[in-house]
Structures are given as structure tokens and as C-alpha cells.
């Protein structure tokens, strides 16, 4: 009897060598610094579980490199005195660049995450025949900024919602032809002819989750469901300490999420429901601006009987996203930010614990509901951050081999 054929798909045949290995402590060793801040070498071993001479092998390519700096001595204590090693602020630096529905955001974060400059061009909509002017003159003043610091930029990240073609229903008819643009029009090709430097793409939401969780709550949370809530609402996925983007991209597509059982109508979809933009059409509705969803006064000088009732609305639907997450994935968290107003975030953060006391959480971990750390500037930032997370952050593919496709 002729045995049965096997059919090894090669793109998931996968193992580890010694370069992958290598690369994966070094990463591993520049992540604990990052954690830790300021940190002896002893201490870096230990906190690593790494040899000691192998960290010091590490630490010392990492500084042949500019990647990392000597502190200042640490006297006082037996033996000889240790040096504590930190971050080189100016060793990497990470453009994002963030195309919104309001607006285009270009920023520098540096190796230490934090970020150095901003340029923010405004529109009514974006409409691709002039976003890549507005796009080069951004980064041109981006490099302008930097100076020969330029030379340490490791690459661009774009962040950027995705099908926005699929928008001109929602923002009117004064929109379409603008946004019909964007069925022929491939943002990360147009951004690489503007440079020499590496381009990556990633959902806006999901470069935002990418801050929370570097700059966040991801540092001490392992796993948890992102919402961010601007003009529309969407979000992102972390598991186990690891981003979860899914074969296309669009994991913790939760904008997309149906706010009812279908019966008789289809039922509504979450950002139908949750986003600024409902908020936005009672303001201008009330003769009042839109933008005043994005004002820190927006609950003391946006009538209230329009903020609460989008109030309402939003948490109960995002009350129940967050009950039906913890269902499948088992959070231990789900963390809200956004663009809005900081007040309406923390008290749609308010509304939605008090919504997801009316589900059952039977047979199930109840995620605890958090405020976002990073802000209304997280997409950008998870943007810059993406050049930096491919070449510097731990990731398991470092450590695997994978066969092209």
C-alpha cells in the first residue's frame, strides 16, 4: 500500500539558529532597559535571566552602536561602584505619520519613546490628490528638525485607516469624489517615493494599540482588547504581551462589531453607535462646531443633553464589546483612549463600568476597564514606533527562521 503523501506547507515550517537567537537577547536586553530605566549590568543579567557575559557582550555592541549610554557612577556600596546604563535618546529615531479623517500627523519619537516633534495639517476630509504634497512638506520639515540626526532615522511607519473609499455614506456627498480616489490610490507607494527610507503600513487603530502597549499600560498588562475612540471608534489586540494584527491586518476590527441580534433590520454596528462622529452631528446640528469633541471643555460648554445621550448610547455598546471579548479571548483588560475631549474620554470610561455591571460574567474573567496612557496622539505615535518595533522590540519571528513565500 502506497503511503499517504504529505504536503508540508514551507511558509510555516519554522526554527530557530543562531544570528535569530542572538538578535532576540539583544532585543530582549534593550526591552528590560527600556522597563527599568536606568540599570546596572548585574542588574540586567538578572532581570534578563541571561549570563552575565553575555550581557556584557550585548551591552557592549549595543554601545559600539550608539544605542546605549553610561549613567553617572553609583557610589556608596561594597566593591566596586556599578554603572548604570540607559537608553541613548539620540541612537534611533522613528517617523509616524498618521492620516486621519480630520487631519495628517507627522512625528518623531526617539529611541527613548518619546516623542521630539510634531506637524499637524488639517482638512475636511482626505482626499489623496493633495495628501501627498501635504505629506512631502511634512517630511521635509520633519529632516529639517532632525538635521544630521536624520542619518539615525530608521524608517517611516504609516498609520492610516483602512478601505476609505467605504466612507462618503457617513461624511457626505461633498466627500466622494475626494474619497473615491482612494480605491486606485496605494498610500505606502506614494510615501515610498517621497524617500529613501523604509515605509511600513499598519491600521491606524492598530499603531495605536502598538503605543499602548510600549508606552502604556502594555508594560505591566499582558493581554488586553484596545479601543480608541475618535471621529470613529476602532481598535486593537494584544495577547500574551504580543500584538495581534491577523492575516490581513484588521484584528480588533471592532468598529465592525453588531451592536444587537439581527432579526427583522440589520442591526447597527459599533461605530455607528460609539463613535465622535455621532456627537459631532448633534453639535453641528445645534449650530455648534464639531471640533468641540476634541475641546477639553466639551462637557461644560457642549449642551448636555446632547453629550449625555451620546454618552448613554456609546458606553452600553461599548460595554457590551468588552463582555463579549472577554468571552472569546480572555482579557485581562480592555483599555479605552482616544482623540476626544480628555473629560468625555473619562467619562465615557465612567459610563461604560457602570454598563458593564448589567452583563453576566459567568464561567468567565471580568477584564478590568482602564484609561488609556498614551492619548489623543497614539496613532502617530504607534506610527513611529512600528520602524522601531521591526528593528529593535522583542518578537518571537526574530528567533524563527521562515522561508520566503
Not at 532581570?47 to 553617572?72: F, H, P, Y
Request: glycine residues 10%.
Amino acid at each position: 500500500m502506497t503511503p499517504p503523501k504529505i504536503i508540508v506547507d514551507q511558509r510555516a515550517v519554522r526554527g530557530s539558529n543562531h544570528s535569530g537567537m542572538r538578535q532576540f537577547n539583544e532585543r530582549i536586553v534593550l526591552q528590560a532597559i527600556r522597563l527599568h530605566g536606568q540599570i546596572p549590568k548585574a542588574d540586567l543579567a538578572r532581570a534578563t535571566q541571561l549570563s552575565t557575559q553575555t550581557v556584557a557582550i550585548i551591552v557592549n555592541r549595543l554601545m559600539e552602536d550608539g544605542l546605549l549610554i553610561k549613567q553617572a557612577a553609583i557610589r556608596g556600596r561594597i566593591g566596586q561602584p556599578s554603572i548604570p546604563l540607559s537608553l541613548n535618546p539620540d541612537g534611533a529615531f522613528g517617523v509616524g505619520l498618521q492620516v486621519g479623517r480630520r487631519s495628517l500627523e507627522v512625528l518623531i519619537t526617539n529611541f527613548a519613546g518619546v516623542p521630539i516633534w510634531t506637524k499637524e495639517t488639517r482638512y475636511d476630509y482626505p482626499d489623496p490628490s493633495g495628501l501627498t504634497g501635504q505629506i512631502e512638506a511634512s517630511l521635509n520639515a520633519a529632516q529639517q528638525f532632525l538635521g544630521d540626526r536624520w542619518a539615525a532615522v530608521v524608517g517611516i511607519g504609516i498609520a492610516a485607516p483602512l478601505s476609505m473609499h467605504q466612507w462618503v455614506d457617513i461624511m457626505g456627498s461633498h466627500a466622494s469624489e475626494g474619497l473615491s480616489r482612494w480605491v486606485d490610490y496605494d498610500l505606502k507607494a506614494a510615501v515610498a517615493q517621497l524617500t529613501d527610507l523604509p515605509v511600513a503600513f499598519a491600521k491606524d487603530t492598530m499603531a495605536a494599540c502598538l503605543a499602548e502597549l510600549y508606552e502604556g499600560h502594555g508594560r505591566t498588562t499582558r493581554s488586553f482588547l484596545y479601543v480608541f475612540v475618535g471621529t470613529f471608534v476602532g481598535g486593537g489586540l494584544v495577547l500574551d504581551g504580543q500584538l495581534v494584527g491577523g492575516p490581513r491586518g484588521n484584528a480588533g476590527a471592532i468598529g465592525s462589531l453588531p451592536t444587537a441580534i439581527a432579526h427583522d433590520a440589520m442591526p447597527h454596528q459599533l461605530l455607528e453607535v460609539a463613535s465622535g462622529w455621532q456627537l459631532e452631528q448633534a453639535l453641528m446640528a445645534a449650530g455648534l462646531s464639531p471640533a468641540l469633541v476634541h475641546d477639553d471643555a466639551v462637557l461644560t460648554r457642549a449642551p448636555k443633553d446632547l453629550t449625555d445621550a451620546w454618552l448613554s448610547t456609546a458606553s452600553r455598546a461599548l460595554a457590551m464589546t468588552a463582555a463579549s471579548a472577554a468571552a472569546f479571548m480572555d482579557l485581562d483588560a480592555v483599555i479605552i483612549d482616544g482623540s476626544l475631549g480628555r473629560p468625555l474620554i473619562e467619562a465615557l470610561i465612567k459610563q461604560t463600568e457602570a454598563s458593564m455591571a448589567t452583563y453576566r460574567f459567568d464561567g468567565m474573567h471580568q477584564p478590568q476597564l482602564m484609561s488609556g496612557q498614551v492619548g489623543p496622539h497614539a496613532r502617530a505615535i504607534g506610527g513611529s514606533l512600528i520602524p522601531l518595533h521591526g528593528q529593535f522590540f522583542p518578537n518571537k519571528d526574530v528567533v524563527l527562521k521562515q522561508d520566503a513565500e
